[in-house]
């Protein structure tokens, strides 16, 4: 019986080209990939900055690994926090303007350890249609109240906080970037409902960390923001290159979070080596900038290729450049055009984006050379019309 319901299911995905598989990879994250002994160039990496390969963070990696082996042993409640854990943290809580901060394993683990435990019965959550998975895993695992709105509609975020009932907590959870479209979210706006209608915002920067304002603190920078309302959430897997989730804010968050995040109380706390490259992952951006200003260098160079060439972009104002073709099959066709021709870029289908809303979803890297890009543009300009999308 089980076997037939997963055979039907496999069938089903084979049938609307949803069927995803995993494409073996004899190389680490950089501009190009070698996939089945070919040579591709890469754009659909979120190492923003190109850190993944950096030598200062693989230094960094083993001398830790030398000094602390390479696995923690148990959960940091268990086995003790390590003194990295505890540097790294400072670092961030510096990075994001807040008191405290706190490491978990994972962005996706500490979404759901951090809103699970934070949202308690009946309390009122307004989650931006478009946000990321994990976002929308963690409110599930609540008692909460859900309530969606439409991307980045600040009138109907407000409708909606208007309705609330006298003493219900509220928390306005949102992307900074938003992983798919590529767009930021109106963080000022929010700000304001937030302190019009006594909200909390759930702010997930993952996208954004290294990324957004003129440090790369992210969203709250870009936008010149400090609220004590805001609960700032981010990774340290995209721009910074290596691993790990955290959050950030209040003494008094973090001592919560720690008692009642369940992703972080029962796992085994990350490695020795993990810890120290990210800590040379910030010590890059505060004293290398020249690395994100070649990423955006590369971003508005694309931007301007990719619209002129008549593509919808999504309204994408970042290294996230989204190519909306529409159907499934369209993008499987595309992105089989573009690895023949040289250049890795799967498709996105739904579940992950909605129905009809197919994409190449192009991520830029400091790395990239203008050679690259131009031979990106060359391609997607060639196979586009040859496809009847251009």
Same mark, same amino acid.
């Given at each position: 019986?089980?076997?037939?319901q997963f055979?039907?299911?496999?069938?089903?995905?084979?049938? $609307?080209?949803?069927?995803?598989? !995993?494409?073996? !990879?004899?190389?680490?994250?950089?501009?190009?990939v #070698?996939?089945?002994?070919?040579?591709?160039?890469?754009f /659909?990496?979120?190492? @923003?900055?190109g850190?993944?390969?950096?030598?200062?963070?693989?230094?960094?990696?083993i001398?830790?690994?030398?000094?602390?082996?390479?696995?923690?042993?148990?959960?940091?409640?268990?086995?003790?926090?390590?003194?990295? @854990?505890?540097?790294?943290?400072?670092?961030?809580?510096?990075?994001?303007?807040?008191?405290?901060? !706190?490491?978990?394993?994972s962005?996706?683990?500490?979404?759901?350890?951090?809103?699970?435990?934070?949202i308690?019965?009946?309390?009122l959550v307004? /989650?931006d249609?478009?946000?990321?998975?994990?976002?929308m895993?963690?409110?599930?695992?609540?008692?909460?109240?859900?309530?969606v709105?439409? $991307?980045?509609d600040?009138?109907?975020?407000?409708?909606?906080?208007?309705r609330r009932?006298?003493?219900?907590k509220?928390?306005i959870?949102?992307d900074?970037?938003?992983?798919?479209?590529g767009?930021i979210?109106?963080?000022?706006e929010?700000?304001?409902?937030?302190?019009?209608?006594d909200?909390?915002i759930?702010?997930?920067?993952?996208?954004?960390?290294?990324?957004?304002?003129?440090?790369?603190?992210?969203?709250?920078e870009?936008?010149?923001l400090?609220?004590?309302?805001?609960?700032?959430?981010?990774?340290?897997?995209?721009?910074l290159g290596?691993?790990?989730?955290?959050?950030?804010?209040?003494?008094?968050l973090?001592?919560?979070v720690?008692?009642?995040?369940?992703?972080?109380? @029962?796992? #085994?706390?990350?490695?020795?080596s993990?810890?120290?490259?990210?800590?040379?992952?910030?010590? !890059?951006?505060?004293?290398?900038?020249?690395?994100?200003?070649?990423?955006?260098?590369n #971003?508005?160079?694309?931007?301007?290729?990719?619209?002129?060439?008549g @593509?919808?972009?999504?309204?994408?104002?970042?290294p996230?450049v989204?190519?909306?073709?529409?159907?499934?099959? /369209?993008?499987?066709?595309?992105?089989k055009?573009?690895?023949?021709?040289?250049?890795?870029?799967?498709?996105?289908?739904?579940?992950?984006?909605?129905?009809?809303q197919s994409?190449?979803?192009i991520?830029?890297?400091?790395? $990239?050379?203008q050679e690259q890009?131009?031979?990106?543009? /060359?391609?997607l300009k060639?196979?586009?019309?040859?496809?009847?999308?251009?």
């Amino acid at each position: 019986m089980w076997q037939t319901q997963f055979l039907e299911t496999i069938n089903h995905l084979k049938d $609307h080209n949803l069927l995803r598989t !995993l494409t073996p !990879l004899d190389n680490g994250a950089d501009t190009t990939v #070698t996939i089945e002994g070919k040579k591709l160039l890469a754009f /659909c990496s979120n190492n @923003y900055l190109g850190f993944a390969n950096h030598p200062k963070l693989k230094a960094a990696a083993i001398k830790a690994i030398q000094m602390f082996g390479v696995g923690a042993g148990a959960s940091r409640l268990i086995s003790g926090n390590s003194r990295l @854990y505890e540097t790294l943290e400072e670092k961030i809580a510096h990075i994001k303007s807040c008191e405290k901060a !706190l490491v978990f394993n994972s962005g996706y683990t500490a979404n759901i350890g951090v809103l699970s435990a934070l949202i308690q019965k009946d309390d009122l959550v307004l /989650c931006d249609r478009l946000n990321h998975a994990s976002l929308m895993e963690g409110i599930k695992l609540s008692d909460g109240s859900l309530r969606v709105y439409r $991307h980045k509609d600040m009138h109907q975020l407000k409708s909606l906080l208007a309705r609330r009932t006298v003493n219900r907590k509220a928390i306005i959870v949102t992307d900074g970037i938003f992983s798919m479209d590529g767009d930021i979210a109106p963080l000022p706006e929010i700000v304001a409902l937030a302190e019009q209608y006594d909200a909390m915002i759930y702010l997930d920067d993952a996208h954004a960390t290294g990324v957004l304002g003129a440090n790369g603190n992210g969203t709250c920078e870009h936008f010149n923001l400090h609220s004590d309302r805001i609960i700032q959430m981010g990774t340290l897997s995209k721009a910074l290159g290596c691993f790990g989730g955290f959050v950030a804010g209040s003494p008094l968050l973090i001592s919560y979070v720690v008692n009642k995040a369940r992703s972080l109380i @029962y796992t #085994t706390a990350l490695p020795p080596s993990v810890l120290a490259s990210a800590l040379a992952a910030f010590k !890059l951006i505060e004293e290398e900038p020249m690395h994100r200003k070649r990423l955006w260098d590369n #971003t508005t160079s694309v931007h301007k290729s990719v619209t002129a060439l008549g @593509y919808n972009t999504c309204d994408s104002k970042t290294p996230i450049v989204p190519i909306l073709v529409g159907e499934a099959d /369209c993008a499987i066709a595309f992105s089989k055009r573009l690895m023949q021709a040289g250049i890795y870029v799967p498709a996105v289908r739904p579940p992950t984006v909605p129905k009809g809303q197919s994409r190449l979803r192009i991520t830029l890297m400091a790395t $990239h050379t203008q050679e690259q890009i131009a031979f990106l543009i /060359c391609k997607l300009k060639e196979i586009g019309k040859a496809l009847g999308i251009l």
